[in-house]
């Protein structure tokens, strides 16, 4: 246990590292073009160059938001404080989050009949819903995305679903082991590593799986 806890720290420092440094250049970058070049780029090529910094800074938020959830979890025990929450509002809330970052992307909430009170700490689980959909929708030219709460015995069940062109074969064994880079990607920042690297470790600690299918 102690071996494999050393090794998830392990993994998800290399991918924080990945995923910081990337953006980082790309900003040094682009900012270094203004400051020395600002006299010669026209109106509109600095424009696109600030949004490209501009979306490099937001990355950057994100990957942010993940070390903060990663806090929340006690380094030494993985555990996490469970509270009976409501799942259908921590889906929501992630649903809500993500639409905010992507307009474009229609995505469908399935929920129970009856509200479902799942022992979890949802600030955590958001989290996980939120990394999900924005890795169908990065990686995988995304259009639909489908939400759906159920249960299995006496275990709650998120899954998301999208109609994009599915996981490369294979990455599928090392999805969420913080390593995994999609081919996909238009740039480097695009990574599937911290992202889901991150899913794992708060499914883990509440003493869940996670898994990845085609």
Not at 23 to 35: D, E, H, K, N, W
């Amino acid at each position: 246990m102690e071996n494999e806890k050393v090794k998830m720290r392990a993994d998800l420092l290399r991918s924080v590292s990945h995923d910081i440094r990337t953006p980082l250049t790309s900003i040094m970058g682009a900012t270094s073009a203004i400051l020395e070049n600002g006299d010669t780029l026209s109106t509109e090529q600095q424009r696109e160059l600030l949004r490209d910094v501009n979306e490099d800074a937001q990355w950057l938020i994100r990957i942010v938001e993940n070390l903060l959830s990663i806090t929340r979890i006690s380094s030494e025990e993985a555990k996490v404080k469970k509270e009976p929450e409501p799942a259908e509002e921590v889906i929501e809330s992630a649903v809500a989050k993500t639409h905010k970052h992507y307009p474009e992307v229609d995505i469908r909430v399935h929920l129970p009949d009856e509200l479902m009170m799942v022992p979890m700490d949802p600030l955590l689980m958001e989290q996980v819903l939120v990394n999900l959909m924005e890795n169908a929708v990065i990686h995988g030219e995304t259009h639909h995305i489908d939400v759906t709460l159920s249960s299995e015995g006496n275990c709650a069940v998120f899954t998301v679903a999208d109609d994009g062109r599915g996981i490369p074969q294979h990455l599928l064994p090392r999805l969420f082991d913080g390593s995994a880079r999609s081919d996909r990607s238009s740039d480097g920042k695009r990574s599937m590593g911290i992202g889901l690297s991150v899913c794992r470790t708060i499914v883990l600690a509440h003493g869940g799986v996670i898994r990845g299918d085609n």
